[in-house]
């Protein structure tokens, strides 16, 4: 149980265009997912937070324009990196957490990553 | 604010031998400690975890790591390593009510088997 996907895997597009990465709970409704990036040889950093319902939670010096966050449904948070650009190549990292109260609700359960490389 | 350390970036050790990853932990409160283990193209996955209670804490795997409060670490620990172990490790603490809000991950440790 608990498994979260994530889709593409891998992307490669052009700078100036736009790119949406999804992150899925498979077998459980998760009320809170979270967006990490993680650099080549380094660790991940916490994005932003995502709620169901409401506006994402974004950590310092993250650019929310850039950055889009939708939380529509409590198995499916997108990702959509606007106007990419040669440096917002990385590797993109999504979890998901239980609802407070069931199993699990103490442990983020992540996803694969997807890579994007931008030209 | 929290943060991790990880002070070994690669390690490598003869398979069967045992293993010990060092993670200390910088955090102001009693802290909620995790070791994850990342391999290629699969996402993390948790090996254990520690709230409160017993200070030695057993996880998946035939993992177990030990909290020592004096020394602020939590490190990971295997008696005997198989090929399969081969990944990168991290280490991270977490904020929030229970622990499992604001992640803050270490730089990861790169475990190497040799046969």
């Known amino acids: 149980g608990a498994v979260v996907s994530q889709h593409p895997s891998r992307v490669i597009c052009k700078s100036g265009t736009s790119v949406k990465i999804e992150c899925r709970s498979l077998d459980f409704q998760a009320t809170t997912m979270f967006w990490y990036r993680q650099f080549p040889k380094q660790s991940l950093m916490l994005m932003a937070t995502?709620?169901?319902?409401?506006?994402?939670?974004?950590e310092q010096g993250v650019e929310k324009d850039k950055f889009l966050i939708n939380h529509a449904s409590l198995t499916l948070s997108t990702l959509t990196v606007t106007s990419a650009h040669p440096e917002d190549s990385s590797f993109y990292i999504c979890?998901?957490?239980?609802?407070?109260?069931?199993?699990?609700?103490?442990?983020?359960?992540f996803g694969p990553g997807t890579r994007l490389t931008v030209l | 604010a929290q943060s991790v350390t990880q002070p070994d970036i690669h390690i490598t050790v003869s398979e069967g031998a045992s293993l010990e990853l060092r993670c200390n932990y910088s955090y102001g409160a009693t802290p909620y400690l995790f070791w994850y283990v990342q391999s290629p193209g699969q996402g993390l996955q948790l090996l254990l975890k520690?709230?409160?209670?017993?200070?030695l804490v057993q996880g998946i795997k035939g993992f177990e790591a030990e909290f020592k409060r004096s020394q602020s670490s939590f490190n990971l620990r295997k008696p005997s390593v198989h090929w399969s172990d081969a990944a990168e490790y991290f280490c991270a603490v977490g904020a929030g009510d229970f622990g499992n809000e604001k992640l803050t991950f270490g730089t990861g440790t790169r475990l190497t088997i040799i046969p």
């Open positions: 995502s709620n169901e319902g409401s506006k994402a939670t974004y």
């Open positions: 979890s998901a957490r239980v609802p407070y109260g069931l199993e699990g609700s103490d442990t983020q359960y």
């Open positions: 520690y709230f409160s209670g017993d200070t």
